[in-house]
């Protein structure tokens, strides 16, 4: 199979050396580009924060693009299920896909529970990990369940969903996340707030 694969790659011709380089696109959109990786249960606010943050930068003339979860799971990863094999599939993809957005110039916000820390690695290390903001969204998994409109807790509880990231799946507290937002104790507000502070002297230009 190895064999087969290095045959097939003999026949591909890469011409990044002859695209327009990153830094050309930033200085078109007047931005540095970043990823900031969302990671936390479901329920906890992923997809919520990354919605508000794309909305006050793109308030302050920076170009955002999310890529969330559900959406993703629905499009270019629709034919994966939720096995450890599949999981790592799925991040590897969003990593890779993230890494285009990253090199076009675009401020990149991904929102996916990504349950343990060698996936976010993986990640990182696809995108580069100067360009990687690990962001924690540490909700309390009681407050994520008194929030699961879906009933996807109570569903995994009785074992209807298997492989349930919380309940019948683990997931690793990041070991060093950039930043940490826990959306009980904080306003959406609040959590943005933090969150430009971070990303702010990342993505502005110096004029």
């Known amino acids: 199979m190895i064999n087969k694969q290095n045959a097939q790659l003999k026949n591909i011709t890469p011409i990044f050396d002859r695209m327009m380089?990153?830094?050309d696109k930033e200085e078109l959109l007047k931005?540095?580009?970043v990823m900031v990786w969302f990671t936390g249960l479901s329920g906890s606010g992923k997809s919520t924060i990354a919605i508000a943050l794309e909305q006050e930068l793109h308030r302050r003339g920076l170009l955002c693009r999310i890529l969330d979860g559900d959406n993703i799971r629905t499009g270019i990863n629709?034919?994966?299920?939720?096995?450890?094999e599949?999981?790592?599939e799925n991040i590897r993809r969003?990593?890779?896909v993230g890494k285009l957005f990253i090199d076009t110039g675009i401020i990149?916000?991904?929102a996916f529970i990504s349950p343990d820390n060698e996936m976010r690695e993986m990640a990182a290390q696809v995108i580069g990990k100067e360009d990687f903001l690990e962001v924690y969204i540490s909700t309390p998994i009681?407050?994520?369940e008194r929030r699961d409109v879906k009933g996807l807790y109570a569903k995994a509880r009785r074992g209807e969903i298997?492989?349930?990231?919380?309940v019948s799946a683990p997931f690793e507290i990041p070991k060093d996340p950039d930043l940490s937002l826990d959306t009980s104790a904080l306003t959406i507000e609040e959590s943005v707030n933090r969150l430009l502070e971070v990303i702010l002297p990342k993505v502005e230009l110096n004029e």
């Open 31 to 33: 931005q540095r580009s």
């Open 86 to 88: 599949d999981r790592k």
């Open 162 to 166: 298997k492989e349930f990231t919380g």
């Open 108 to 110: 990149t916000l991904a």
């Open 78 to 84: 629709n034919n994966l299920g939720f096995s450890p």
């Open 21 to 23: 380089r990153r830094e």
């Open 142 to 144: 009681e407050e994520c």
């Open 94 to 96: 969003i990593a890779e």
